[in-house]
């Protein structure tokens, strides 16, 4: 049923010999969603996603598949399969031999098995000709359907991704993106996604999981966490971001040196002396003009402008509370263009509804 | 562009082409020339003739063949029962360990192989090592090990066993390691995946060194005159004695041709099958 749980994750713990590789995770997979999960390399999510397939074992928690307890099941007894990131596709075998293999091992009839192949090939935009074709005669981009095909042909309670993307060339990687969505939505499998680039986690998935040092840091939809992070990492690792150091004042407002926060917002407070930093997006900030007023200011001088294709970004130097130097970024639409001057001053403002406050140092 | 380098390529192999001609293709012409004189000649100068072929039949030395190539077949057998844990030990699960294996076996070919032969003979011989220390522990009488042909087979397969055990390794290296796990995530149990994934995927180890194994096998004389006496004559046996004992290099030449023959049309048809280059790491 959809929005059941599936798997369940109770402070899953890996470690090998001294080095722990996941430090307690707790996690909820629901029933239909793509969830993806990212997190820079050495993150822990190679090795997740080997414990959830059933390649390794966790050292110690406990993994439930609906309410089964599978910590021990090996990966040919569980109702899940997984696509390698190398495919992994039999190399001796044609492309219906391949897609045939996971119901051949069920015992299905050869014709049911045909029949099911082309259907799976129809379903990937494969022309039926590919059934008889070596597997190594097809493209990237067609190996990639075919190693979907297998794994839908096992019909897994969950679809694993091991960055199957990650070896395909930028705009072959942009299509495979929308279709792996659009293969999600059509056939109502749960997908559990992991990669490294945060890009593919944003088009494809209902919700991510953020992964660092063994950890999970945050789950959420894309918008939660790009808006909302935990901390200043996720911050960071959702893309370019402003952070500025904030301490509580006595009445919970927030205080930061030359950064003048004129306005209130009840999201924004900090116990007093507690420490913060106070978050905004690029996009968010705006250039002043003479006399106008923001629920945050700042001043600084117009270091560098780059441009990013769509979008304008602009290096603001300023100066930090104790006299450092502090790059503000901020970024405009081509038609929205600044036309300062270089190395001239500036006046940067944005709102407090605009700006997220992350509560530690 | 191509072209050039074509021509440079034929011309830069044209001295070791020139050598083998000389050394190795040279001497199997007069072999097979000599194949077609009369029996008992010492020349080439005579009307070719197919009595040293009659002869293979008439004086039963189809029967040496038949023994050598069932010989090589069974030690062949063995040997890739034998190689195969160890070899897929060695290509995946010893690591470093590898090595040690490696080096054992190569260094055991650093002795001749008759002298290891005959360091089996002294250890199955009646009073040799064997029996002797069976008779010190337990008291039990035992005979000669020596001289039946499951021995020259063992003979076969301690002799030959790095030309199996090397390719084998090799071979099973090169199935991928995802592609086993993908098979076992998709539902397949162990021996599944030997048979559907491991099997076909080092195919090209296999028939590598099953085709060196037997070969050398079948070509063989050693194993059957020292661990097996007289209990059966092998074909180069037949061979060696037509050329020295015999005098009759035109026997000799004829069994030599059908021996060539044999495993010749046999390794060609093995090798069609398999991808050459695979192995030698072209590929992938």
Redesign the interface.
Known sequence: MAGDTVLRLRGVRKSFGAFTALAGIDLEITDGEFLTIVGPSGSGKTTLIRLLVGMEEPSAGEIHLRDRLINKVPANERPTCMVFQSLALFPHRTVGENIEFPMKLKGVSPDRRRERALELLALLHLPEAYYGKRVQACSGGEQQRVALARALAFDPEILFFDEPLSALDYRLRKVLEKELKDLHRRTGKTFVYITHSLEEAMVMSDRIAIMRGGAIVQVGTAEQIYTAPANAFVAEFMGEVNLFPVTGGDDGRLLCGDLEIRGHDERLRLASGGQGQLMVRPEFVRFLAPGEEADCRLQGRLANVFSLGSRLQYEIEAEGPRGERRLVTVEKLREERFAGAPNGPVTLGWRLADAHLIREA | MDRTEERQGLLSALPVALVLAAIFLAPLLVVALFAFMPPGSFGLAHAPTLENFRLFFAQGYYSSLLWSLGMAAAATIVLFLVCYPLAYGMAKVFRSFTLVITLLVVMSLFVSENIRLFGWVLTLMKGGLLSGYLKAWTGLEMDSALYSVPVIVFGLVYSYLPFMLFPLAQGIAMV?E??R?????????RT?ILW??DL??AMPGIVVGSLLSFVLSAGAMAESKLLGGQTVVVMADEIESAFTYGQNWPLGSALAVILILIIGLLATVALAKVDLDGIMGRRR
């Open positions: 991928p995802d592609v796990l993908a098979a076992s995530d998709l539902g397949a149990s599944r559907e994934i076909p995927l």
